[in-house]
């Protein structure tokens, strides 16, 4: 089909590739994109922008587009996760707003100098000295009484001798320093008997080994965009986590009323989520493994498309997703 508006030069590589897959989906089912429209309950101008590159491309337009011209929807949705992951990035960077510059700083007022204390400038000289020979005055500490401690540890006085002392003083202290020599004799023979006679030993404790930590165990690090990993990522939204886009495969699916329900799986997450497109205003999808729950619903007047939060799975064994139609219609994918 000729008279294609021709893609921007800057446009994305994968937004491109999925534009030009939708152009060539339409020529090739001769439908038209009136018709196109018509069949997948969107508007002309809507597709107009899809298949320009304008807007991004929502999943149920994908879904009602496989429908109508019977394309493969397994790697039409997988291109579609490519350009839909370049979509929101580039949105993301359109609502970054730059930060305001900072004011220059402003040059300091000299009137605001702190001033200089009294009695510590310059003084002026007397008459008949030269300029040159200025003569600064420092304020001088009134004298205080010197501390406590120092007088303790001041040198004590020696008392003044005595004028007249005995004679009997004199002639006793030879006998004095006898019996004290005597005295720390016999001190020194008690204490090596008594050590003699207790007889044990102390042995002196051996010294102990330094408790030893183990070396941290550092967990591989995850790759750009990944925000957990494991039993962190349960209850946590896939596309917010980075576990979705090209991170993620499609480990079952089934079709419940016309509605496609998957089980997502992320290896590198270690989650799993279910998601239902297709769907209709109230439709409810959930995902489960063992006793691990977790439901979305279809809101009203959104898209037609949902999918749950995160539960943390090793493998997709065991995984299945099911949905509840309003319509009544209910099933779920093997697992």
Not at 287 to 297: K, S
């Amino acid at each position: 089909m000729a008279g294609w508006t021709a893609l921007d030069d800057g446009l994305n590589p994968d937004v491109r590739a999925f534009t030009e897959r939708l152009r060539l989906l339409v020529e090739r089912s001769g439908l038209g994109v009136v018709a196109v429209a018509e069949r997948t309950g969107r508007a002309r101008a809507d597709w107009d922008a899809y298949l320009d590159a304008r807007r991004p491309v929502p999943r149920s337009a994908v879904v009602a587009l496989s429908d109508a011209t019977g394309a493969d929807l397994g790697s039409l949705t997988a291109q579609w996760e490519h350009a839909d992951r370049a979509w929101k990035h580039l949105l993301r960077e359109r609502a970054i707003v730059p930060a305001p510059a900072p004011a220059p700083e402003s040059a300091p007022d000299p009137a605001s100098a702190p001033t200089p204390p009294p009695g510590s400038g310059p003084v002026p000289p007397p008459e008949g000295v030269p300029a040159e020979h200025t003569i600064r005055m420092r304020p001088v500490p009134a004298s205080a009484p010197a501390p406590a401690a120092a007088r303790e540890h001041a040198a004590p006085t020696a008392p003044a001798p005595a004028r007249h002392a005995p004679a009997r003083a004199r002639r006793a202290s030879p006998l004095l320093y006898a019996a004290g020599v005597v005295g720390a004799l016999l001190v020194a023979t008690a204490a090596v008997l008594l050590a003699d006679l207790g007889g044990s030993e102390v042995t002196p404790a051996a010294p102990t080994a330094p408790a030893t930590t183990p070396a941290p165990t550092t967990a591989s690090p995850l790759p750009d965009g990944v925000r957990c990993a494991g039993e962190d990522c349960a209850g946590r939204d896939p596309e917010l986590m980075g576990c979705g886009g090209p991170l993620a495969a499609t480990a079952a699916r089934t079709r419940i009323g016309g509605a496609l329900v998957e089980v997502r799986y992320s290896a590198t997450c270690g989650g799993a989520w279910a998601r239902i497109s297709g769907a209709a205003p109230g439709d409810e999808v959930s995902v489960q493994a063992g006793t691990a729950v977790e439901v979305a619903n279809v809101p009203a007047g959104g898209d037609t498309d949902a999918y749950t939060l995160m539960i943390a799975a090793r493998s997709p064994d065991g995984v299945r997703a099911c949905a509840h139609r309003s319509s009544g219609a209910d099933g779920c994918t093997d697992g």
